[in-house]
């Protein structure tokens, strides 16, 4: 995926979160101020051409606090991204909050 794209439609609010987006969003108290600054400077960190539901990829953001946020997402249609959730990434589980143990 092309994160300058990918980036721009975040950016935009060209995106809708799915239902476990959401779930995931409320059980980590992730607010929608941590995710608009968390988009600012988000990176691809894995990207998934052939997951078997579309391509989808994940992403890392910092909030203004350097609070790490994992993303993954998909094209919904032409103009908006889905993502399909978010969380906060576990220290133990990541290196740099980029690469997996």
Sequence with gaps: M????????LLNNQF???QHAEVEKQ???ITYREIDEAFRKI??????PDDPRGHSC??????SEDKPLHFVCGDLDKERILL???YRPKLEEWIDFRKRR
Aim: aromatic share 6%.
């Design 84 to 86: 399909i959730t978010m």
């Design 2 to 9: 092309d994160i300058d794209i990918l980036r721009q439609k």
């Design 16 to 18: 809708r979160l799915s």
């Design 27 to 29: 059980h980590d108290k």
């Design 58 to 63: 994940l992403l890392l953001g910092f909030t």
């Design 43 to 48: 990176e691809l960190i894995e990207d998934y």
